[in-house]
């Protein structure tokens, strides 16, 4: 990439100095510290009043909101009665018993070979049509998933099966899209790695417009998605 | 410094054959029912709307005023967590970054998110002519590319073509499947998962467009409907981030207010499907990502706008609300505009970016209602830069030499105010005596323009200024 780096190091220069020219500024170091106060600040912006209610009326509104965009929610008392509900959902849906399952912790501890789940431990190959994952955190303000991408928790999961199966516990509701970059810092710092490479909010099914502007759900990504809240742990 | 494949020049004969397009007529009357008012419930569902929209344009106005700063910024985050950042003067060293990668991959299949500074730069027919083979995969810009047709709306790129043309389109492409009838749209769609997941899976090479790039982080953001854009980044060896300049915000905090307003304005929806954000390459113990991740900065022309009239254009959030809301759009769709950006905010990006000799013309498409700017969640005064290009037109002489002598002889008579009175008083009184009776005129001596495809309604009684005159004084 020799002499391409350098007519790009020109080009860096050359754009910034026009970016620079073109503004009018003051005092550099003035404009310069007010840059470095805002990225580090994280301050907030206007947070939506429908977000400003308890912890058990998020659950309601995140739940409502979810299925205004065509997810499907189910809750469960505890963990171990996932293999079960999600068997059920299956059963409902005419779908087989058989899934991919992200190696997720939360997910690891439960019995799965008690209940019909043919669950498979791994990333989503691509003729997987069941796809089983954990939420980082789940948002009220408008029904989104905050899946957060690891070694325990493969991006392509959200995508590649057909139905999209996500646990979120009750406690990780939260109100607004900020609370959840918060949490996201917390772990970040807590585990030494910055944020996860990959963020997904996930809000409802896939769709589309285009044709006719009609809409059509499960163009590339999940046709179905299916929520289970897990009101304990 | 252009824009691909630009014939903003033909509008004329562009806009003339797109009101005589009865397909096309169809689906913009569609327009309104649609993304327009599902916009109007989404904004009545949200009772901070108009304030989120106030505080998005002060971010994007403190960004813009330390531009620089925020994209060395980003440029930082982004090495921080494991990608490059790649900077492109204009289109021609845009495209010359890409291919560099692609050829380093040694790549033969590109699959492609839906990207507008892609399409401004040409990128798919540019990687084409070096062997390979881009495939979009947004379902809108998949249909376009096998009609090979430019996108004629920023978030609808095939919103002209009906079902019928789309059925056609499959079917004289995807020959190994079963031909589709044009009211199965959901077979369509089957037909689309299954040739484009086949793509995903073998591709060498990811691009993907930017809503943002988070300076604080070194993220790029997409927001997507479908899915097509996560399954572009996430399975090929390479992901690739196109993206102008201005697309840089400074914190995520920032990045979520304005992604309040910009699925509500586009879409109408609360939020798209799917928003996400990407940093750096594959990490240690993951299972899934791309291992390399770079981001190309595009200026072509965004830099020479700060400090200019139009500068606020750079605002702008690619939501395609204003296309929605605008009556000529409504009436002539995209394509006439012959850019890649066209409606109203193509009116102002098109000849700031490629200069207004080459689209003069777009600028005068407008009634100057006003209806762009009141729907603009980034509240872009595009009339009044609209004005501004018209103004320019004028002063360097691209506008036509009727239009010019005409302006400058109402000119010479409006700065004479006497003379201006009586003239007018004059033209209302004949009009008025000739007219009165049918109350408008079918035709008309150096008015044929207008009344060659309406009246002009005769004026009734007296002129203003002389009724003004005669008023009963207090």
Redesign the interface.
Known sequence: MGETAEVMSEARDAILARVKGGLTRDDDDVARRAVTERLAGHTRGLQPKRIAIDQEALVDLFAENAQAVDATVSFVNSAADLPDAIADYLRSRNMPAQAAIAPHPNLDGIDWSASTMDVHRRAPKADDRIGINRCFAAVAETGTLVMASGPDSPATMNFLPETHIAVVAASEIIGSYEDMWDRLRNAGRASGEALPRTVNMITGTSRTGDIEQTLQTGVHGPKALHIVVVKEG | MTVHNLTSRNFREKSTSALEDAVLQG?LV??KD??LARRTKAKAS???FD??RD?SVV?KK?TI?????????FEASVK??GGQV????DDT?AR??VL?ICK?ENAKTVTKGKTMVGEEIGINPFLEAHGMTPIE????EY?IQLADEPPSHII????H???QQ?AELFNEHHPHLEPRDADD??G??AD??TV??EE??KADVGITGANFLI???G?TVIVT????G??TQ??PRVHIALAG?EKVV?????T??I??VLARSA?G?????????????????????PEAFHVV?L?NGR??????PT?DILRCIRCGCCLNACPVYGKIGGHAYGSTYSGPVGAILTPSLAGLSEAHHLPQASSLCGRCEEVCPMRIPIPKMLRHFREEEVASGMAPASARRGIALWAWFASRPGLYRTMTSLTTGVLSRFGRKRGRFSSLPMAGAWTSTRDLASPQGRSFQSQWAKRPKS
């Open positions: 689906n569609k327009l649609n993304f949200l009772p901070e304030d989120l505080a971010i403190h005023a330390h531009l620089d700063l925020y994209l060395e910024a921080a967590s790649h900077w492109a003067r060293e010359a970054i560099e380093a995969t947004d379902l809108g249909i609808a790129p095939a919103i073509k009906n079902r789309v749209v959901d369509m769609l689309a998962r484009l997941r995903f899976l300076a604080e982080t993220q409907n479908e899915g097509n996560d399954l996430l399975l300049i400074p914190t995520l905090e920032d979520m207010t992604m309040r879409t929806q609360e939020m798209s499907s799917y928003t996400t954000f990407s940093a750096g390459g594959r990490r240690k113990g993951d299972l899934d990502g900065l200026d830099s020479k706008l700060l400090g200019t500068e």
